[in-house]
């Protein structure tokens, strides 16, 4: 887990909560706002799981797979 990762559920928490606020209290802006975070919170987890995941295999090559070989151009 990555700062992405943890600041995207963050996001994702706060602005599910604004959503839900403004849900309750009829603010059309809150609601607005807090499906934004929202949103962005969810991309950014996103992001933080691709970099995840790029690291781990970095890490871990998958021995199954075939040797990268020279096109000898």
């Known amino acids: 887990m990555n700062k992405d990762t ?3 559920n963050i996001d994702k928490v706060v602005g599910t909560v604004k959503r ?3 849900e309750l209290t009829g603010d059309r802006k809150l609601q607005v706002k807090g ?3 929202q949103t962005r919170g969810e991309i ?3 992001v933080g799981q691709v970099k995840d995941a790029a690291r781990d295999a970095n ?3 998958d021995p ?6 020279s096109s000898g151009l």
């Open 44 to 46: 950014r987890n996103a």
């Open 35 to 37: 499906a934004v975070q």
């Open 64 to 69: 199954g797979l075939p040797a990268k070989r």
């Open 59 to 61: 890490r871990n090559p």
């Open 20 to 22: 839900k606020s403004g």
């Open 6 to 8: 943890v600041k995207g």
